[in-house]
Protein backbone atom coordinates (compact mmCIF):
# COMPACT_ATOMS: atom_id res chain seq x y z
CA UNK A 1 0.00 0.00 0.00
CA UNK A 2 1.27 3.42 -1.35
CA UNK A 3 1.89 6.03 1.60
CA UNK A 4 0.94 9.59 0.54
CA UNK A 5 3.62 12.33 0.94
CA UNK A 6 2.17 14.64 3.40
CA UNK A 7 3.66 18.17 1.76
CA UNK A 8 3.59 20.14 4.65
CA UNK A 9 5.95 17.43 6.02
CA UNK A 10 8.37 17.47 3.22
CA UNK A 11 8.08 21.33 3.27
CA UNK A 12 8.98 20.94 7.25
CA UNK A 13 11.81 18.77 6.42
CA UNK A 14 13.60 21.02 3.88
CA UNK A 15 13.26 23.75 6.35
CA UNK A 16 14.60 22.02 9.11
CA UNK A 17 18.03 21.35 6.90
CA UNK A 18 17.51 24.71 5.40
CA UNK A 19 18.13 25.98 8.96
CA UNK A 20 20.11 22.86 10.27
CA UNK A 21 22.95 23.78 7.54
CA UNK A 22 22.99 27.12 9.33
CA UNK A 23 23.04 25.96 13.01
CA UNK A 24 25.98 23.75 12.09
CA UNK A 25 27.83 26.53 9.60
CA UNK A 26 27.49 28.40 13.21
CA UNK A 27 27.87 25.68 15.63
CA UNK A 28 31.28 23.82 13.90
CA UNK A 29 32.43 27.23 13.12
CA UNK A 30 32.64 27.94 16.91
CA UNK A 31 33.84 24.56 17.43
CA UNK A 32 36.65 24.68 14.88
CA UNK A 33 37.77 27.96 16.31
CA UNK A 34 37.60 26.62 19.86
CA UNK A 35 39.97 23.56 18.75
CA UNK A 36 42.17 25.99 17.09
CA UNK A 37 42.87 28.31 19.98
CA UNK A 38 43.91 25.20 21.38
CA UNK A 39 40.92 24.23 24.12
CA UNK A 40 40.40 20.68 22.52
CA UNK A 41 37.86 18.73 20.86
CA UNK A 42 35.79 18.62 23.99
CA UNK A 43 36.31 21.87 25.55
CA UNK A 44 35.60 23.48 21.91
CA UNK A 45 32.47 20.82 21.55
CA UNK A 46 31.02 22.26 24.88
CA UNK A 47 31.76 25.66 24.49
CA UNK A 48 30.41 25.64 20.82
CA UNK A 49 27.36 23.74 21.99
CA UNK A 50 26.18 26.16 24.73
CA UNK A 51 26.37 29.06 22.09
CA UNK A 52 24.82 27.10 19.40
CA UNK A 53 21.61 26.08 21.80
CA UNK A 54 20.03 29.57 21.81
CA UNK A 55 20.93 30.34 18.00
CA UNK A 56 19.17 27.39 17.03
CA UNK A 57 16.23 27.93 19.00
CA UNK A 58 15.87 31.08 17.10
CA UNK A 59 16.39 29.41 13.56
CA UNK A 60 14.13 26.04 14.91
CA UNK A 61 11.14 27.58 16.15
CA UNK A 62 10.42 30.95 13.81
CA UNK A 63 12.08 29.13 10.77
CA UNK A 64 10.87 25.52 10.90
CA UNK A 65 8.05 25.11 13.30
CA UNK A 66 6.68 28.11 12.99
CA UNK A 67 3.20 26.52 13.70
CA UNK A 68 4.26 25.22 17.59
CA UNK A 69 3.77 27.05 20.36
CA UNK A 70 6.84 28.02 22.53
CA UNK A 71 8.89 25.50 24.05
CA UNK A 72 12.06 27.01 25.32
CA UNK A 73 12.12 24.37 28.68
CA UNK A 74 11.54 21.28 26.13
CA UNK A 75 13.79 22.57 24.02
CA UNK A 76 16.81 22.96 26.44
CA UNK A 77 16.09 19.39 27.54
CA UNK A 78 16.10 17.65 24.08
CA UNK A 79 19.69 19.47 23.78
CA UNK A 80 20.54 18.25 26.69
CA UNK A 81 19.57 14.75 25.58
CA UNK A 82 21.23 15.40 21.91
CA UNK A 83 24.51 16.83 23.36
CA UNK A 84 25.22 13.71 25.59
CA UNK A 85 24.59 11.78 22.28
CA UNK A 86 26.70 14.09 20.35
CA UNK A 87 29.92 13.36 23.15
CA UNK A 88 29.21 9.73 22.84
CA UNK A 89 29.39 9.99 19.16
CA UNK A 90 32.41 12.68 19.20
CA UNK A 91 34.41 9.66 21.39
CA UNK A 92 33.16 6.83 19.16
CA UNK A 93 34.38 8.44 15.72
CA UNK A 94 37.25 9.81 16.89
CA UNK A 95 38.37 6.74 17.16
CA UNK A 96 38.36 5.74 13.70
CA UNK A 97 38.71 9.28 12.07
CA UNK A 98 41.54 10.91 14.17
CA UNK A 99 41.03 14.68 12.56
CA UNK A 100 38.76 16.45 15.24
CA UNK A 101 37.48 18.32 12.44
CA UNK A 102 36.13 15.83 10.34
CA UNK A 103 34.91 13.63 13.73
CA UNK A 104 32.86 16.77 14.63
CA UNK A 105 31.61 17.00 11.02
CA UNK A 106 30.46 13.28 10.76
CA UNK A 107 28.80 13.53 14.45
CA UNK A 108 26.91 16.81 13.08
CA UNK A 109 25.54 14.50 10.54
CA UNK A 110 24.70 11.93 13.07
CA UNK A 111 22.84 13.90 15.74
CA UNK A 112 20.79 16.17 13.00
CA UNK A 113 18.57 12.88 12.28
CA UNK A 114 18.07 11.81 16.03
CA UNK A 115 17.65 15.64 16.46
CA UNK A 116 14.43 16.48 13.84
CA UNK A 117 12.64 13.59 15.44
CA UNK A 118 13.44 14.57 18.91
CA UNK A 119 12.08 18.77 17.67
CA UNK A 120 9.27 17.80 16.02
CA UNK A 121 7.68 14.95 18.45
CA UNK A 122 8.38 15.88 21.92
CA UNK A 123 9.24 20.05 21.95
CA UNK A 124 7.67 21.81 19.10
CA UNK A 125 4.18 20.41 19.01
CA UNK A 126 1.84 21.90 16.56
CA UNK A 127 -0.51 24.46 18.28
CA UNK A 128 -4.36 23.22 17.99
CA UNK A 129 -6.76 24.89 15.69
CA UNK A 130 -9.62 26.88 16.43
Do not use: C
Not at 15 to 27: C, D, E, I, L, P
Not at 31 to 36: C, G, I, S, T
Not at 62 to 90: C, E, I, T
Amino acid sequence: MKRRIDIHRLVEIVRYYQAGAVNAAFGFGAYALFVWFGLGMYIGQVLAYVLGVAFNYFTYSRHVFRDAGPAKLRFMGSYVVNYLMSVAALAAVSLVIRSPYLAGLVVIVITSIVNYFLLRHMVFVRRAKL
